[in-house]
């Protein structure tokens, strides 16, 4: 029933790793493999993204596991 | 996933509890959105063991999108009323927990499930009464009757005898597209109408039924959210 977060996201074909200051919360997290542009913990800017792009958002609300 | 813009939150820290509310026991959410902050769905861990779900969910999320903001009146009440405290750390209950700090592990955090259990200690130690809402949160489509597809957006796979769904007459293969009035994505957001029932109000339901639209009316009894 509990598919992981990251197979799900892997299934999705997410691609990027987020840069800079998120890199501990991505090894945490264990998202190393993927990639793609997730905003990790600034729902502010990915508001901002998606108002630049005029692009819907999904927010995945999931804590380290 | 290109057609999204993608954010993954990992604490309750300085969460808007406005706009994310959920159903807290969950391990796992997604909420589908847009940059004014309205709700296009929401869907849940429980749905995730076929993923085709969630792929069918984000693209009901686009097509309510391309209809931005001519639907925003469906929309609306996807979004609860103001909640009493406006993010987790506000719950009195939680103020042990400290200052909204950046979080890297698990320790530190405002977990989604403190949410629940930290609003339900604070109006005890309020000596408020505890609304039934509160006492059995979030009840799942099933409390009516209702059994969904985790492979459609919210397709009847089966209904309890005597149960408020066959007694509105809702059939298996029913694709649910309004429940409450409110364009449905998932398993989630029936179960959001559900939670946020004003009780007694019956529950409109809009279905395609053999490719043809039907209506249906959910009435629910006294009680039904605890029984």
């Known amino acids: 029933m509990k598919t992981s977060l990251l197979a799900i996201l892997a299934l999705l074909a997410l691609p990027a790793p987020p840069a800079g200051d998120k890199e501990k919360l991505r090894e945490a997290l264990g998202d190393q493999a993927l990639v793609g542009p997730w905003i990790y913990d600034d729902l502010e800017a990915g508001i901002a993204e998606a108002a630049r792009t005029r692009k819907p958002l999904m927010v995945v609300l999931r804590c380290v596991p | 996933m290109d057609r999204f813009v993608c954010v993954r939150i990992v604490q309750g820290w300085g969460l808007d509890l406005a706009v994310f509310q959920f159903d807290w026991r969950q391990a796992w959410m997604v ?51 103001a909640p009493r405290w406006k993010a987790p750390e506000e719950i009195p209950a939680l103020q042990e ?105 019956p529950i409109g339901v809009d279905v395609e039924r053999d490719g043809k639209p039907a209506t249906a009316t959910l009435v629910l009894p006294a009680g039904w959210r605890t029984r």
């Open chain 2, 31 to 81: 909420f589908l959105m847009n940059a004014d902050r309205a709700l296009y769905g929401r869907y849940d861990a429980r749905e995730a063991d076929d993923l085709i779900g969630l792929r069918k969910a984000m693209e009901g999320a686009l097509e309510l999108h391309d209809l931005w903001p001519a639907n925003k009146p469906d929309l609306a009440k996807k979004v609860g009323p």
């Open chain 2, 97 to 201: 927990k400290g200052k909204p700090r950046a979080v890297v592990g698990r320790d530190g955090c405002i977990h989604c499930h403190n949410v629940l259990e930290g609003t339900t200690k604070s109006i005890k130690a309020l000596g408020e009464p505890m609304p039934e809402r509160y006492l059995a949160p979030y009840p799942t489509p099933q409390r009516v009757g209702i059994m969904l597809s985790t492979k459609e957006r919210a397709t009847v796979t089966d209904i309890d005898r005597r149960s408020p769904a066959e007694k509105a007459g809702l059939i298996v293969g029913d694709r649910i597209l309004k429940f409450g009035g409110q364009p449905i994505l998932s398993w989630a957001d029936v179960q959001w109408v559900l939670y946020m029932n004003p009780d007694p109000e």
